[in-house]
């Protein structure tokens, strides 16, 4: 299976239709910040291009960011019968388990869809409890990075990731999370054996892609438009 991701749009809707209509892929996943920072620009307007192209992907999942209206992925969903909001959902794709959780833990900015840390961390581990004895392979999408690793470090170098995603993926192991927020720390890192990859901002033309085969990771290419 092919997973593509992106994150951090923040409006640049060319981009985003150069990677919808170039880059192969079953699973197309949207990890957030759709919307412009401080800008009037309508997130709808922003996700023509996923509508345009949805038959490209057998499946696209979509959470929101911080800096968009919690709705989002609702709206998304009336765009193509392919499109699923995965918001503190778990949904079943190809023997995998996808977990999403949007938004961010409380800023000093006061953004559209923040949450307290304890309440992300406490319902993600609900829906992990409710699909782990099925035993299929875990994949979490995450707006915000767990905390402590290469890919949640500001510019000063401050950690500032979501200490209860880091526990959860501590405590479930999934075999992947997906995440982004911190634009100046694209890449990867591991938590245990669990691969967080941070694609980097759309916004500045950045994506990865993911081979995966049962619950190995075949490749991860970090790429820009």
């Not at 190809?94 to 977990?99: Q, S, T």
Request: charged fraction near 25%; aromatic fraction near 6%.
């Amino acid at each position: 299976m092919k997973l593509l991701a992106v994150v951090d749009i923040h409006g640049n809707v060319i981009g985003l239709e150069k990677v919808l209509k170039s880059v192969e892929s079953d699973i197309l996943v949207i990890a957030g910040d759709v919307a412009p920072y401080r800008s009037i620009m309508s997130y709808r307007s922003i996700l023509v291009p996923l509508s345009k192209y949805s038959d490209r992907f057998k499946e696209i999942l979509i959470i929101p960011g911080n800096m968009d209206p919690e709705e989002l992925p609702t709206y998304a969903e009336t765009l193509s019968s392919n499109i699923h909001s995965i918001h503190f959902k778990a949904l079943r794709i190809n023997n995998y388990v996808f977990i999403g959780a949007g938004g961010s833990p409380i800023t000093p900015f006061s953004t559209p869809t923040e949450y307290p840390d304890e309440l992300i961390e406490n319902r993600l581990r609900k829906i992990f409890v409710s699909v782990i004895s099925c035993n299929e392979p875990i994949i979490l999408i995450t707006h915000a990075p767990p905390y402590g690793t290469k890919v949640d470090k500001t510019y000063s170098g401050i950690h500032v990731g979501s200490r209860g995603i880091r526990r959860v993926i501590e405590e479930f192991k999934p075999i992947i999370n997906i995440c982004g927020h911190i634009h100046e720390s694209p890449g990867t890192d591991l938590v245990d054996k669990t691969i967080v990859i941070n694609p980097g901002p759309l916004m500045r033309g950045k994506y990865v892609v993911v081979e995966l085969e049962k619950s190995r990771v075949l490749k991860i290419e970090v790429a820009r438009i």
